[in-house]
């Protein structure tokens, strides 16, 4: 029995023990789940502990706060109007790619009444030091609350007014890159105060009136030259700078990362009205260049006109010259000839010249050879009275009549007659005729044969 019992006190014990220890377990994971969380990144956390103090959380990993609360807050919160939103939806507690508060296209005003859909992105960045953290999460308790009641109102108001600045005209003109620039300006440093002020402008062009023909071109203006037009101005301090609605946020330490205008429609009828001037500028730009193609095509005829007129002009020049440059060269061609010709006389006359020098002086050497030949044979004939000569020419005589009667053909018998009769051709006769002309032949050479007797002349 005692066995029993002190079985029993051992069960009871180790039941007692583990009682214990479960419950240990369990107080356990009751406070760490409702005193420790972890930080994520891009966050930062205000926590409130069960004895009422506070704390900033800005490091990553796990933090502990006994049976206390805590409120998450992304470092940057993004408001952006795009296609597509819905309402006004905040996701400021989500840890998102998306915006933080995303709303529908913005209606807004130009200053010319035309009013359009502007799509805007601005990213705003809290303060991470504890003091303006605190004083931010004391103000707006909650980041839904800061979004809803601060940026997002501030994010229209902004937008809105700088689209009061300037006038749709302006802006789809060459104006998109100002409007942007001043709309991250107002976001930054304020909204600009200004003030619409209505004044005339002068038409810079002045119309004639036609109806009094006796002024002639002096007409009188007629009609309303001005118009009136709004115009937007900034309000300046007394420094010249403009002046601002502060922005309420940027007293708690939010800044402006960025502020984008990244779409803009206005309404189908300016859009339309853009179109008839798109067209009509269109229509002007294609007069303007068929009136620029006729004064082209006109330049251009009076342009090949004048071309044709030069090179007629070029053509003609180019024959006179070539006439000209022809002539001057037949006329030295035949400056040339005659000079030629001249030059040939010259040298011509200077041969014959020369020639009849030359024929002169062979002829006075003719002259002077035969006068020395003469003279020669003057002294030889009067050395011996030309005798060798007179007796060569005696033989040669001799020679030929000896010849002449050697082949004289005669009859063998010859019958003649007396003394007193005619000559028949004897032997006789012929020697005396003979002799006859021998002494008549050197009668003629007029020479003596004796050596020592000169011949008379």
Partial sequence: MSELVAKGSS????????????????????????????AEPGYIYHVRTLLGSEEVVTEVGYKFYPFGRYNSWKRAMTVQAAEGSKGNAIRAEQDSDNTSASLPPMSIMFLDQVDAHAQATVRFSIPSDPESFLKLAHEYRSP???????????????????????????????????FNSEFEDQMRNGIFLVKREEIEVKSPRTAKSTANAALGTSQQQYG???????????????DGQPR?????????????????????????????????????????????????QEEEQRLLAIARGEREVAERQAKAKVEQIQKTT????????????????????????????????????????KKTLA?????????????????????????????????????????????????????????????????????????????NRDLNTQSKK
């Fill in 371 to 447: 006068e020395a030949e003469a003279y020669q044979k003057r002294v030889i004939l009067e050395a011996d009275n030309a005798l060798a000569q007179k007796l060569e020419a005696e033989i040669r005589i001799q020679t030929l009549w000896a010849e002449a009667f050697a082949k004289r053909k005669v009859p063998t018998t010859v019958f003649g007659g007396g003394a007193g009769g005619s000559p028949v051709g004897s032997d006789g006769e012929v020697k005396a005729f003979m002799q006859m002309l021998t002494m008549d032949a050197a009668q003629r050479l007029n020479y």
């Fill in 244 to 292: 601002r609605k502060t922005q309420r946020f940027l007293s708690f330490g939010i800044s402006v990362v960025s502020a984008l205008v990244t779409d803009m429609r206005p309404n189908q009828k300016f859009v339309e009205r853009m179109q008839l001037k798109q067209k009509a500028s269109a229509d002007r730009a294609i007069a303007r260049e068929q009136r620029v």
């Fill in 326 to 365: 022809e002539a001057e060269t037949e006329k030295q061609l035949a400056i040339t000839s005659a000079e030629k010709l001249k030059a040939q006389a010259t040298i011509s006359r200077e041969t014959a010249q020369i020639n009849f020098e030359k024929a002169k002086i062979e002829a006075e050497t």
């Fill in 224 to 238: 309303d030259d001005s118009k009136t037009v709004f115009v937007v101005k900034k309000v300046l301090d007394d």
């Fill in 144 to 178: 839904e609350n800061l979004l809803r009641t601060a940026l997002m109102p501030a994010f229209k108001e902004t937008l809105q007014a700088n689209a009061s600045l300037m006038s749709a005209e302006e802006y789809y003109s060459g104006g998109r890159t100002q």
């Fill in 11 to 38: 069960r009871n014990r180790i039941l007692s023990v583990l009682s214990i220890m479960l419950g240990g377990i369990i107080f356990t994971f009751v406070i760490a789940y409702n005193s420790i969380f972890y």
